[in-house]
C-alpha cells in the first residue's frame, strides 16, 4: 500500500496500473504536473520577493540620506540603473501571481506556468544584476576601487556560476 498526494492509500496493484508522466517519470497525470509546477512557482516566488522588496526599499530611501549629495555622477548614474533593474525584477517577480489572480478561472494553468516560468527566469536575471549594482554602488560609495572592483566581481561571477552555470550544465549534460 501507498499513501498518495491526497492522503488515501492505494494497492500496488493500482500504483503498476498508473502510468508515469513521459517527461517526470512521476506516477502524475499531466494536469497533477501542471498543478504541482503552478505550486512549486510560486513557493519559489514567496523565496525571492521578501529579497527584491528589501532592497527595493533600501533603493528608495537612499536619495534622502544626507550624503546622496555627495556622490559622484557615475554614483547617481548606477543608483538610477540598480533602481530600475530592481523595479523590472519586481514585476517580473509579481507578474505570476498576477497572471494567476486573473486567469485561474479560464482553467489555463498550463499557459500560466509556461509564461510564468520565463517571466521568473528573466525576474532572477534582473535581480542578479541589480543586486550586483546594489554592491557596487555601496563598495564605491564607501570604498576605493580596488575594493569595488574586487566585491562587485564577485558577486558578479557568484550569480553567473551559481545560479546560471551550474543548472546550465547539467541540462546540457542531460540530467
Partial sequence: MTLTRAGTFTSVEEDERTERH??????????????????????????????????????????FNQRFGQVTDFQKTLYLVTLLFTTGSSICLIAPTAHHRLEFRRQDKENIVRTGNRIVVAGLALLAIAMTGAVLFVTDVVYGTTTTTAAAGGVALAFAVIWYAIPLRRMAAGR
Fill in 22 to 63: 513521459p517527461q517526470t517519470g512521476r506516477r502524475e497525470s499531466e494536469q497533477e504536473r501542471i498543478d504541482r509546477n503552478l505550486q512549486e512557482m510560486l513557493g519559489e516566488l514567496r523565496v525571492a520577493l521578501p529579497g527584491v522588496q528589501v532592497l527595493f526599499a533600501f533603493l528608495l530611501v537612499v536619495p
